[in-house]
T-cell receptor, first 113, second 116 residues
Framework: DQQVKQNSPSLSVQEGRISILNCDYT??????FLWYKKYPAEGPTFLIS?????DKNEDGRFTVFLNKSAKHLSLHIVPSQPGDSAVYFC????????????FGTGTSLTVIP | DTGVSQDPRHKITKRGQNVTFRCDPI?????LYWYRQTLGQGPEFLTY????????KSRLLSDRFSAERPKGSFSTLEIQRTEQGDSAMYLC??????????????FGSGTRLTVV
């Protein structure tokens, strides 16, 4: 059962515009949410996170929004740059998930120069 | 510290053979994880160590899989009698417990296994 879902396998955005990546989850006990970025032939690298006590967290060009009632989070990248082209995974964990994170299937972002 | 190291980067093996992968975590991290990623999927949890103790195992970790972390340092993941369905990227990650929830893990570059 996929507890974390990313329904858009790919996204293309013009350089300088906003990229919005979406993620939905089913487990209401999740309380920490992370975004990872992955380049080809490399492991995922941590990008930004949010805890369930917040609805927004910002770090430079990256902002994550959490809507707990809708069980939805999104990652906004503004402005998008060609170097942002990568696969983005959202991941979630909670008090009842042990010590593991559940990952979505990823969204491949292409930023067009 | 050069981060999390995995060896080998690629492994091609014939069905039925045994393979072993190695992971060297960040030295200060006492938590070590193994995940598996297949094409079009996100990483899936396999197992977790705190120091040398293996504390959790996924149901994905069949009897053919065994993981060890002697002395709480490097870890090995062995797959016996490999099957074509074992073809995947095997990712190792490490973390410190006090920051895991908000900063996640540090992943290695993975070992890509192809079973032919």
């Amino acid at each position: 059962d996929q507890q974390v879902k990313q329904n858009s396998p790919s996204l293309s955005v013009q350089e300088g515009r906003i990229s919005i990546l979406n993620c939905d989850y089913t487990n209401s006990m999740f309380d920490y949410f992370l975004w990872y970025k992955k380049y080809p032939a490399e492991g995922p690298t941590f990008l930004i996170s949010i805890s369930s006590i917040k609805d927004k967290n910002e770090d430079g060009r990256f902002t994550v929004f959490l809507n707990k009632s809708a069980k939805h989070l999104s990652l906004h990248i503004v402005p998008s740059q060609p170097g942002d082209s990568a696969v983005y995974f959202c991941a979630a964990s909670g008090w009842n998930t042990g010590n593991q994170f559940y990952f979505g299937t990823g969204t491949s972002l292409t930023v067009i120069p | 510290d050069t981060g999390v190291s995995q060896d080998p980067r690629h492994k091609i093996t014939k069905r039925g053979q045994n393979v072993t992968f190695r992971c060297d975590p960040i030295s200060e991290h006492n938590r070590l994880y193994w995940y598996r990623q297949t094409l079009g999927q996100g990483p899936e949890f396999l197992t977790y160590f705190q120091n040398e103790a293996q504390l959790e195992k996924s149901r994905l970790l069949s009897d053919r899989f065994s993981a060890e972390r002697p002395k709480g340092s490097f870890s090995t993941l062995e797959i016996q009698r490999t099957e074509q369905g074992d073809s995947a990227m095997y990712l190792c990650a490490s973390s410190s417990p006090e920051v895991t929830a908000l900063y996640g893990y540090t992943f290695g570059s993975g070992t890509r296994l192809t079973v032919v």
